[in-house]
């Protein structure tokens, strides 16, 4: 059964940084695609960045620069690092991993879903 487990979120002010981390049990995370999606009450589920099974990663546009992802295989875990942080921020991010080999960027794309952690940045 494959289980992931958000963690990280919580209160910052505008400017400063969180790093939030995603454990995958289940899964292989040098042989999955992995993701952050966010997710603001009464709207669907947006790309934030995403990690290929190969080294390769990509971003939304909204990101710009502030944002880095980042997997360590031998702990089967991904993390976003965001810098820079806005109000406009603030969401439910959330973990989603799939068995493949590229960056995927649509949400129906991913089979693995976590519960999420809460990212509220104010000004």
């Known amino acids: 059964q494959v289980q992931l487990m958000e963690s990280g979120g919580g209160s910052v002010q505008a400017g400063g940084s969180l790093r939030l981390s995603c454990v995958g049990s289940?899964?292989?995370?040098?042989?999955?695609?992995m993701a952050w999606f966010r997710q603001t009450p009464g709207n669907k589920r947006d790309v934030v960045a995403a990690?290929?099974?190969?080294?390769?990663?990509c971003y939304a546009d909204f990101v710009r620069g502030r944002f880095t992802i980042s997997k360590e295989t031998a702990k089967n875990t991904l993390y976003l690092q965001m810098n820079s942080l806005e109000p406009e921020d603030t969401a439910m991010y959330f973990c989603?991993?799939?068995?493949?080999?590229?960056?995927?960027?649509?949400?129906?794309?991913?089979?693995?879903w976590g519960r999420g952690t809460q990212v509220t940045v104010s000004s």
């Open positions: 289940g899964i292989a995370a040098d042989m999955s695609s």
């Open positions: 990690f290929a099974s190969d080294p390769n990663s």
């Open positions: 989603a991993a799939k068995w493949n080999s590229y960056c995927l960027l649509r949400e129906d794309e991913y089979t693995y």
